[in-house]
């Protein structure tokens, strides 16, 4: 799946995939916010959780970019 594809399928469709296909990378939190980091084929899909209503905020997926310098593993390479 491409990002343009992915990004063409409806939001609950979205979420579907990234939990079903996506693998999990890592997580930090900016409280009271958890974003967590998940992998399909060759983009990203970041997931915001409100620690405070233990609900979903919003998806978001990209390639490359400022949102991935949040994540620890990227200073690995």
């Known amino acids: ?3 343009y ?3 063409c399928l409806a939001e609950y469709a979205q979420y579907r995939v990234t939990f079903t296909e996506g693998i999990f990378i890592e997580y930090h939190i900016e409280a009271p916010i958890r974003y967590a980091l998940y992998a399909i084929d060759r983009f990203f899909v970041e997931v915001a959780y409100d620690l405070t209503t233990n609900s979903i ?3 978001v997926s990209f390639i490359e ?3 991935l310098d949040r994540y620890s593993f990227i200073n690995l390479f």
């Open 5 to 7: 594809e992915f990004k």
């Open 1 to 3: 799946m491409t990002l």
């Open 57 to 59: 905020i919003h998806l």
């Open 65 to 67: 970019g400022d949102k």
